[in-house]
């Protein structure tokens, strides 16, 4: 069992940053993936990013490539999500995940997820 709190979430101005934390509690993560996705209303769950733990392997959405970073502190269990030059287009509710095993990007293939926090971009 692995439970996710996520934080950080907010309301900034297009061509800002912001930074996601999500702690992690339960087990180990040696073992695991996390991911961040995004959902904005009447569209479907999207991938954004996901770093294997054990050796800091990420993946990344081409979306978000080149603006936004996954990282991971081990002494505190918590994996972050910075996300620089936001656009109105990366409006929506950011959820952090966490898998068994290799990256994907396939939101089934998680099975624990945090609460989700709201990123709002405005123009």
């Known amino acids: 069992q692995v439970q996710l709190v996520e934080s950080g979430g907010g309301m900034v101005q297009a061509g800002d940053s912001l930074r996601l934390s999500c702690a992690a509690s339960?087990?180990?993560?040696?073992?695991?993936?996390m991911g961040w996705f995004r959902q904005a209303p009447g569209k479907e769950r999207e991938f954004v990013a996901a770093i294997m733990w054990s050796v800091g392997t990420t993946y990344y959405a081409e979306s978000v490539k080149g603006r936004f970073t996954i990282s991971r502190d081990n002494a505190k269990n918590t994996v972050y999500l910075q996300m620089n030059s936001l656009k109105p287009e990366d409006t929506a509710v950011y959820y952090c995940a966490a898998k068994i095993g290799r990256l994907t990007g396939q939101p089934y293939n998680y099975n624990y997820w945090g609460q989700g926090t709201q990123v709002t971009v405005s123009s």
């Open positions: 339960g087990r180990t993560l040696s073992t695991y993936t």
